[in-house]
């Protein structure tokens, strides 16, 4: 059951004076898609959002719901839900009246007013609390009413900023499937923006990376982390982040200072040379580092080595972790590697 | 008993300035009240029991002055509040640089002194063609006397609403700019949003400058007393703490009674303690009320 309805932003740009927030920025969600806004702080996600949801004009470019060109259109008029950071619940009302302030606004008849908010509340397990008012209640339930009052109407798009950034580490994790299974079961088309990798990776069928106002990549979750299209995407999805070395690709190798690796069909040219720290192997076999840091994560250790005057994380299972100091041997990985040119975009290998 | 000590310690200044300065006025003018005192008993007043209070309520205008006060303070008030509440919020909606200038301008009536300010007031309704309302209306007549409530409403609403505008504009700008986007996204309008999430948003304020200048306007005559001196005619707009000034201060026979008046004042600080009590009733109080946000 699909209700959602596409979503595409065509050259949308917003200014705030000389600030460029959100630049040329085109992209398209598909009917029941739940696309993440991946990108950190100031980058333009929220900005984009209240786009979308009508609360910002846009300086230039479009917004299109399906074929309808909305723009133009007060946020009203949009079919919209959305769920704010701060989850901007109003305080003076309890739950109940937060959750059905949308119908009433729409003068929805009391009896079926009351149905739809019992019914939406039950649905995300907050039924035995409306009578409270938001100051009452935890910042989880709060969330929940939040993305109650969202869905209430049955929205065409429902928009996330960063509706689980405020909760507890444990709650995040079960409010992220929850969130997941509900947009699912509802077929509504949603966008989420978040700061957090691992939180967009999980939730979203495609994510949108944002650096400076600027589109960088948009793709699937795998091919993100498969096939990153330029440093900053590479940085930024994985964690621990991929190691980056400068230096300079030879047509059948990479220099770099004193490290030396042969790669055939290297491209050539200065650039970077990739490879995430699940990747690189420590072991017998491999080139010779130093290990200055070891952080245990519990089932997994990082382990910060140098080799030839650069630093490299390595992720190895906790039982494999060095002792620090130890002299190590880093083995590349010859199929993971990640060739960008000196600007920053990926050059191979295909 | 050391759970009360830090408490009261904390409210002992407070106490003691509202001791010295509000408790102790307020029991002297209750003695005072049951005395005879004026310009010739100065010397040797005598208590007279509940005389004073006989006299008031004897008064044959006594009925005529309530009726004054009563519309004074409501009308007024009501423009106050409801003046300040419009100007907060149509500076709030427009950007921040037209909005400043504009609240600046309505703070100029509470900055001139106001016997420089009733004396425009005064020019202003005057006959033509000193009068720009005369000239304006094309009738020439002194609006002072024509029309004294007007004249006297407007006088002190025109200082009177800037308080409220400052209150109302800066609470309105605590609320959460997302708030506003929360309910435009809900499908509010403009009107909803004010009508349904900023004006409950400001109960509190609002609360706060009712009562406030119930209190100022019940107490304050002078606007009234440098515009009309209570007339036109007898007592036409004469109100109690008018009343209260020319009885104990500005009496016209030269006896100035001080017992009288302070029966007078004591009245009004009943008045004033029964009205906040309804105030505070009205807008459900404990609702309002939030716990403390550090203990001691
Ligand atoms: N209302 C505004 N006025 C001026 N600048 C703004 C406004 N909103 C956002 N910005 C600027 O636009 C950029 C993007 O902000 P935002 O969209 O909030 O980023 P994000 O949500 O990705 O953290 C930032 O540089 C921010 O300072
Ligand atoms: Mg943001």
Redesign the pocket.
Known sequence: MTKGTGVRLERLTKRFGRVVAVRELSLEVAPGELVAFLGP?GCG??TTLLMIAGIYRPTAGHVYFGDRRVDPLHPRDRDVGMVF?SYALYPHLNLFENIAFPLRLKRVPADQVRRRVRETAELLGIGGILERRPAQVSGGQQQRAALARALVKEPQVLLL??PLSNLDAQIRLSARAEIRRLQRELGVTAIL?THDQAEALAMADRVAVFSMGELQQYAPPDELYHRPKNTFVAGFVGSPPMNLIEGEFTGDGFRAGGLRLALPKAPTGRGWLGVRPEHLGLGPEGLPARVLVVEPLGREAIVIVELSGHRLQVLVPEDEKPAPDAEVRIAFPTGALHYFDAKGRRIGPE | MRRYLTPLLFLSPASALILLFFFTPVVATLLLSFTDLSTTTFRHPSWVGLANYQDLLTDPFLKKILANTAKYVGLTLAFNVGMGLLLALLTSLVPENWGDPFRALWLLPRILPPVVYVFIWQGLLAEAPMGLVSDLLGVSKNWLVEAPWTAVILANGFVGASFGMLIFTSAIRAIPRELFYAAAVDGATTGQTIRRVVIPMLAWPILFVTAYQTLSLLTSFEYILLLTDGGPGFYGTEVWSLHAYHLALSNYFGNVEFGLGAAMAAVLVVIGVIVSLFYLKIFNFRALVTEPKIEV
């Open positions: 702080s996600k929220t950071q900023d960063e923006v």
